[in-house]
C-alpha cells in the first residue's frame, strides 16, 4: 500500500535521506522526535511535502493525486478545522469533499465517545476536542485507506484517549494502513505491531518487538512490580533476593523494582520470587529502555524493511 525506495526530502529544518520501506495492512509506528524526521516522513505520504529524490507510491499512485488524496488522512499536532462550523457540519462537510454518503455525525463521534460535541461551533471547542473530532473523521470514512497520525494519544480530548488504540487496530483489520509517529516507546508498543526508528532523518532501525528491546538499556532489563501492600513488597524483595538471575532490586513503597541481564529470565525469577513469597502481584511490567537504549538495540537487529 505504501512503498518508499531510496526517497529523500527536505523541508527546513527538517529532512530525510534514503529511506526505503514498505508498508501494507496494519498499523505500523514511526519512533523518533519531531527532529529525528516522523512529522516529516507523514506530510510525505499524506502529499504535504514532495520527495526531492527517490520513488515514492501510495495506493499505487502519487499521494498528491486528487484520487490518491481522497484516501489519505493525515493528523498533525495542529489541526485547523473551519471555525465557523458546527462539529456536525464540518463532518458532513469532510464526506462530501471525500465523496462519501452523508451518515450521523452522531454515530461517528460515538467512537471516540464524542457525541455532545455534534452541535457545538468548532471555534468554542477546545484544541485537544478539535483534533479527536479530526481523528474521528479520518476514523469513519468509508475513503480512507491510509491513516498518517503524528502522536495519537497526545493533545486528544481525555474521552476519546482510551478507545484511540482499539480505533486504529479497527481500522487496519478493515484494511487499512495505519502510520503513527511518535517520540513514545509505551505509545507504540500499546499501539503497533511494528516500529521503524528514524535518527537525524535516516532509518537505523526496525523490529517487530519492542518487547524484544527490553533489555538493551544500559544498567540491562528491568522489570516493575507492584504489590498489594508494604509488607508484601518487602516479602517480595526478600525472596528476589535468593534469585541468581537478579542482579539488583530496590523497591519504593509498594512498588519493587528488579534488574537483570536477560528479560525472561528475570520475569522466570519474579514469577518464582512471588510463588515462594506467597503474594499476589497486582501488576508486572516490563520497563522500557530510552529512546536511544531503543534505537541502538533495533538497528542491530534483522528484520525485513516489508512491513
Known sequence: MIALEDVSVVRKP?????????????VH???GTQRD??????????????PRAGRLRVLGGLPTQASIRKQVARLSLDTALPETLRVGEALAMAA???GEPPRSAADRLSVLALEGLETRLLRSISRAQARSVALVEALTSSQVRVLLVEEPLVGMDTRATGRIPQALRARAQAGCAVIVATASLRDAGELADDHVFLHRGSVVGVTNSLEALAGFSNEGARLRVVTRDL???RALVAAVARENDIDAVEHDGISVSIRGRDILALARAAGRAATSAQIDPVELRVQAPT???????AAG???SRTL
Open 231 to 233: 509488607a508484601s513488597a
Open 96 to 98: 462530501a469533499i471525500r
Open 37 to 50: 524526521g516522523g512529522p516529516l516522513l507523514l506530510a510525505l505520504l499524506g502529499g504535504a511535502a514532495r
Open 14 to 26: 527538517f529532512a530525510l535521506a534514503g529511506i526505503t520501506l514498505n508498508w501494507g495492512q496494519g
Open 301 to 303: 537487529t534483522p528484520v
Open 291 to 297: 529512546l536511544d537504549e531503543a534505537r541502538a538495540a
Open 29 to 31: 509506528s514511526v519512533i
